[in-house]
């Protein structure tokens, strides 16, 4: 497997702040990675020593083969980086912001060309629009068509969807697929948790500058050890199942059953075999990405 | 470590723009934009062409012609304000995180701010000549066409010094209000002490000495006798060398700073 990305005990402070703290990764070719982690987690700064825009306090880091600290203009070329504020240039309308980016990228593009970029990410009917036209939505597009404008091997997304709306985050999430889908790696930070278990192959936790855990979404939460529950509404007691091996806990409130499980196949075919319960009130909790968190931090990701 | 993907070998060929490429394409692309902004434009020169009427209209006195002799201030006046929007771009440009977009990208961001400078000094000197045609020929203001073309070496020096000036203000100065007072403030004085609108005779001393060898000054005693005669002065030479070491230090200054902020600006978060 070929790492395009690697990471090694990355260090940055600001004052007596330590925003990263020994952090070590490495990200696949072609995968989406993201970096999971309440605001203050050292995500951004994580992504901006990458990008070659932050010197590390200590540590190395690798884009593509590359010593990002002995050649940041090299990777800066071979990467597309979108900033979670918009960043625009309010003078220049949405096409022109694309010819110039191109521009300083070395990239000859005129307006048709930065046309069929804006097109890609549907975005082609606003081109002569400036920033302040634009919603934020289209704004977020916008720069993300600026990440693209050197055909990018490694697309860097820093909080891509804070402040949309749930059908623009959704519509963007599709681009992003999208992208990705082309072989682009793509490496991007936030602080939704399903956003990060809709997009990424592989998820790092960040709390307070480190690393706490890297693995896919379902490896963190098999990790984290965190038992589904089995919602059940039942006449009879079910507390024999306690006796259960997959079994670790049994809550009742009146004929209401919350069952914690390490193995919901096995409890659900033990509930309807030995206790008849109606199969239709049966509902399901499967243990998600924040309960995993919350396991492996301590706290909540939006506390 | 592993050997780095190439996903698109064709377009690894292609080489890094120059860092002239860079800066030029900037300038060009921010030219144009700012030359059809015609309400900022419009703007920009209105406060000169009221300057014409007014004079034209107040006239004369005791043969002193006073349009004649605040004609040439008019014409600088673009210059002299140069810096101020250019210092509030920059300063919108921190706030909105612009710095830090631009220094992810491989042109050089200093590269990249000078060349957006370069547009406000060439917008500036654009102003100054629509403002000298206004002049000649709607307000029949007498003077040497000779003298008006040479008089673009002063009204050049002088739109480096103030646009230098303003990214100097703009990169210590973080809020747009702050930096219009602190221009204007400081602008004024220079002005009113160095003889540029009204003769300077009731400063104090001290002052008049000072503020003669201020930019606004220097540029007005080389521009009245080039637009009114068609010639130099006879310190033509020292005021054009006075002209040049501010604009030299001006923009070391301003440099010194913005690549300051270059290194600081792109993670100040």
């Keep these: 497997m070929t790492h395009v990305i690697q990471v090694q005990q990355l260090t940055k402070s600001y004052g007596p702040v330590r925003a990263v703290d020994g952090l070590s990764f490495t990200v696949r070719s072609g995968e989406i990675f993201g970096l999971l982690g309440p605001n203050g987690a050292g995500k951004t700064t994580t992504l901006s020593i990458i990008e070659g825009i932050l010197p590390p306090d200590e540590g190395r880091v690798e884009v593509l083969g590359l010593d990002v600290s002995v050649r940041p203009r090299e990777v800066k070329r071979r990467i597309g980086v979108q900033l979670q504020q918009t960043s625009l240039i309010r003078e220049l309308r949405a096409w022109e912001q694309v010819a110039l980016f191109g521009r300083l990228y070395g990239v000859r593009m005129d307006r048709k060309r ?190 | 470590m592993n050997q780095a993907t190439t996903l698109n070998p064709a377009r690894r060929r292609a080489g890094l723009p120059s860092d002239w490429e860079a800066a030029a394409a900037f300038a060009g692309m921010m030219l144009r934009a700012t030359l059809r902004d015609w309400r900022t434009l419009g703007i920009l020169l209105f406060t000169p062409a009221i300057m014409l009427v007014v004079f034209r209209v107040t006239g004369s006195d005791d043969g002193f012609d006073l349009l004649a002799f605040v004609f040439p201030a008019i014409v600088a006046m673009s210059v002299f304000f140069a810096g101020a929007p250019f210092a509030v771009r920059i300063v919108g440009w921190r706030e909105q995180d612009v710095f830090r977009r631009l220094a992810c990208t491989p042109a050089p961001l200093g590269w990249v701010v000078a060349a957006y400078g370069v547009t406000f000094v060439l917008i500036a000197l654009l102003q100054s000549g629509v403002i000298l045609l206004a002049g000649r020929f709607l307000f029949g203001i007498a003077g040497s066409a000779s003298g008006a073309a040479w008089a673009i070496l002063p009204l050049l020096l002088g739109a480096v010094i103030f646009v230098a000036y303003g990214g100097l203000l703009a990169g210590w100065v973080r809020k747009a ?93």
């Excluded at chain 1, 984290?224 to 009879?236: D, K, P, Q, S």
């Excluded at chain 2, 001290?206 to 006879?234: C, I, N, V």
Aim: charged residues 20%.
């Design chain 2, 177 to 269: 209000e702050t930096l219009n007072l602190l221009y204007i403030f400081t602008l004024f004085p220079m002005m009113f002490g160095g003889e540029v609108f009204v003769p300077a005779g009731n400063a104090p001393g001290l002052w008049q000495t000072a503020a003669s060898w201020l930019p606004p000054a220097l540029m007005l005693r080389l521009l009245r006798p080039l637009l009114q005669e068609g010639q130099w002065p006879d310190d033509a030479l020292l005021l054009l060398a006075a002209l040049t070491a501010y604009a030299l230090l001006l923009t070391l200054l301003a440099a010194r700073r913005m690549a300051g902020l270059a290194r600081h600006e792109p993670h100040a978060r």
């Design chain 1, 114 to 303: 930065a046309q069929e970029l804006l097109a890609r990410v549907g975005l082609d009917a606003r081109a002569n629009a400036y920033p302040d036209a634009l919603s934020g939505g289209q704004r977020k597009r916008l720069t993300l068509a600026l990440a693209l404008v050197n055909d990018p091997d490694i697309l860097f997304l820093d909080e891509p969807t804070t402040g949309l709306d749930p059908q623009a985050r959704r519509a963007l999430w599709d681009i992003v697929r999208d992208i990705a889908a082309q072989g682009r790696t793509v490496v991007l930070t936030t602080h939704y948790l399903e956003e990060a278990e809709a997009l990424c192959h592989r998820v790092g936790l960040m709390d307070g500058g480190r690393l706490i855990a890297l693995d896919t979404p379902a490896g963190l939460i098999r990790r984290a050890g965190l038992a589904a529950v089995i919602h059940v509404h039942a006449t009879t007691s079910l507390q024999h199942l306690a006796h259960r091996p997959e079994v670790l806990a049994i809550h009742q409130e009146g004929q209401r059953f919350r069952i914690h499980t390490r193995d919901v196949a096995a409890t659900l075919q033990a509930l309807t075999r030995e206790t008849g319960v109606d199969a239709s009130s049966i509902h399901i909790q499967q243990p998600s990405l924040e309960d995993a968190f919350i396991q492996l931090t301590g706290r909540r990701l939006h506390a």
